[in-house]
């Protein structure tokens, strides 16, 4: 039973255009969301988060937005450069308190020069 | 400062072989995460220890698999005997205390087939 999921295996964007990662999430209790990057044969590297008592935080081009009303929440990059094609998934703790992630299946990117 | 370190980053073996996989994780972090990605499932967490002891192992898969923590400073994952469907990316990952110990910090990884 995903409870976080991304239903987008794959998107594509142009260089120095917005790409939006979607993601939701079937666990109203979820407190806490994180965004981690993937490059080929390496491991997942932590880009960005947001706590729920927030509905938007912002890293240089990157922009995390939470809609709990939804369960949804977006990752957007801005411009987007070739240097973000890489896989992208997001993940929650398993409950309060928990150190344990769940993560969603990915969504891979391509920013095409 | 030294990320999370896996051995081997490849590993190739025959169904029926023992394969150990090994993980350093980052200096301070009291956390340790063994994943398993693969197409179907997506990153799975196998099993999590806190201070060195094993907290939830309800991820590992069979009794094949076991993994151990014998000090803050190593870790390893043992599949004996391995079997086909156990070839996947192999991931730990490590977490600090506090505020930031939602933030797990992944090694490279091993891939592992079994042919």
């Known amino acids: 039973d995903q409870q976080v999921k991304q239903n987008s295996p794959s998107l594509s964007v142009q260089e120095g255009r917005i790409s939006i990662l979607n993601c939701d999430y079937t666990?109203?209790?979820?407190?806490?969301f994180l965004w981690y990057k993937k490059y080929p044969a390496e491991g997942p590297t932590f880009l960005i988060s947001?706590?729920?008592?927030?509905d938007k935080n912002e890293d240089g081009r990157f922009t995390v937005f939470l809609n709990k009303s939804a369960k949804h929440l977006s990752l957007h990059i801005v411009p987007s450069q070739p240097g973000d094609s890489a896989v992208y998934f997001c993940?929650?703790?398993?409950?309060?308190?928990?150190?344990?992630?769940?993560f969603g299946k990915g969504t891979k990117l391509s920013v095409i020069p | 400062d030294a990320g999370v370190i896996q051995s081997p980053r490849h590993e190739v073996t025959e169904m029926g072989q023992e394969v150990t996989l090994r993980c350093k994780p980052i200096s301070g972090h009291n956390s340790l995460f063994w994943y398993r990605q693969t197409m179907m499932r997506g990153l799975e967490l196998l099993i999590y220890f806190n201070n060195n002891v094993p907290i939830d192992d309800s991820g590992m898969p069979e009794d094949r698999f076991s993994a151990k923590m014998p000090n803050a400073s190593f870790s390893t994952l043992k599949i004996q005997p391995s079997e086909p469907r156990d070839s996947a990316v192999y991931f730990c990952?490590?977490?600090?205390?506090?505020?930031?110990?939602?933030?797990?910090?992944f090694g490279p990884g091993t891939r592992l087939l079994v042919l």
């Open positions: 993940a929650a703790p398993r409950g309060a308190g928990s150190y344990q992630l769940t």
């Open positions: 947001i706590s729920s008592i927030k």
């Open positions: 666990n109203s209790m979820f407190d806490y």
């Open positions: 990952a490590s977490s600090a205390r506090g505020n930031l110990g939602l933030t797990q910090y």
